[in-house]
């Protein structure tokens, strides 16, 4: 956890205003959230504090490069993210968690880790099915996408073929 505090950002001896914040994640920053799917990455955050008398503003950004590996070919290749996500702080006694953009802190907190913010961030961002742009476009070329087209072809000629024992079923109708 040690590794976690160079993300704390503290705010109580700021002053009103904009303050900027930059952090570089890698690998190793991931893996403290036991998350290993990324071959490499390279990525570059920057945390916006506004600070106001009665709460906090942060806009958090990242930009970067993930080398992640397709979930069709299973090849590996670059993928960039460009990621924007605000957060409003606000300091209450009562703690209410019913809004994703708003975090009440207690009273007297005087900083924020904002390593789970970024990872949350960037992991929320990615789209559930990673797909390799050249299977998109049909310029990859690999034994897995050869073998999934070997049976996709295989699958529609039996498709076509009529089970004879659906035919009754089909004068029914």
């Known amino acids: ?21 930059e952090f570089e994640l890698n690998n190793k920053f991931f893996e403290h959230f036991d998350y290993n799917d990324f071959n490499s990455c390279r990525i570059t955050a920057i945390v916006k504090v506004n600070k106001k008398s009665n709460l906090l503003e942060f806009s958090f950004n990242s930009k970067g490069i993930l080398n992640i590996n397709c ?43 904002a390593a789970q913010h970024l ?24 034994k ?11 699958v529609k000629e039996q498709n076509l073929k009529n089970d004879p024992r659906w035919d009754k079923l089909k004068d029914l109708i």
């Open 71 to 113: 979930h069709v070919s299973n090849e590996p290749f670059d993928y960039s993210i460009d990621n924007k996500m605000k957060l409003v702080v606000k300091f209450s006694s009562e703690l209410i968690n019913d809004n994703e953009d708003l975090l009440v802190l207690p009273l007297g907190s005087s900083q924020l880790n």
């Open 119 to 142: 990872f949350e961030m960037i992991i929320l961002s990615l789209p559930i099915k990673i797909i390799h742009p050249g299977v998109e476009d049909g310029s990859l070329e690999s």
């Open 144 to 154: 897995t996408l050869k073998k999934l087209k070997e049976i996709e072809s295989s």
């Open 1 to 21: 956890m040690l590794f976690l505090n160079q993300f704390v950002i503290n705010f109580t001896g700021l002053k009103e205003g904009e303050h900027s914040f």
